[in-house]
């Protein structure tokens, strides 16, 4: 499974902005798919998660704000990031799992795309 992140840039804190993945390889409907950030100086986490059944987990920290969904037909996961904030800055990746789950097991990444929030 081969990922590719776009949509990350530059934004004023309030501003939005929409983060796609693309897959390529295995089979798209059957993966759980996420996205997870690591913030300058600190380690990766969790962002938001959606299943093959289309049940969403989200962080507590984006959770109002982030909205993930995906396009099995075109083999694409979204992230729409709203009301972003500068504590939201990071290098945010897509995740890919075959075996499902939100951590560990079968997974894929993608290289990652930076936001970054100004005050």
């Known amino acids: 499974v081969q990922l590719q992140a776009f949509g990350g840039g530059l934004v004023q804190a309030g501003g939005s902005l929409r983060l796609s993945c693309t897959a390529s390889?295995?089979?798209?409907?059957?993966?759980?798919m996420g996205w997870f950030r690591q913030p300058p100086g600190k380690g990766r986490e969790f962002v938001a998660h959606?299943?093959?059944?289309?049940?969403?987990r989200y962080s507590d920290s984006v959770k109002g704000r982030f909205t993930i969904s995906r396009d099995n037909a075109a083999n694409k996961v979204y992230l729409q990031m709203n009301s972003l904030k500068p504590e939201d800055t990071a290098i945010y990746y897509c995740?890919?799992?075959?075996?499902?789950?939100?951590?560990?097991?079968?997974?894929?990444w993608g290289r990652g795309t930076l936001v970054t929030v100004s005050s």
């Open positions: 959606i299943s093959s059944t289309f049940g969403t």
């Open positions: 390889g295995g089979t798209f409907r059957t993966h759980s």
């Open positions: 995740r890919a799992a075959p075996g499902g789950g939100i951590y560990g097991g079968d997974e894929y």
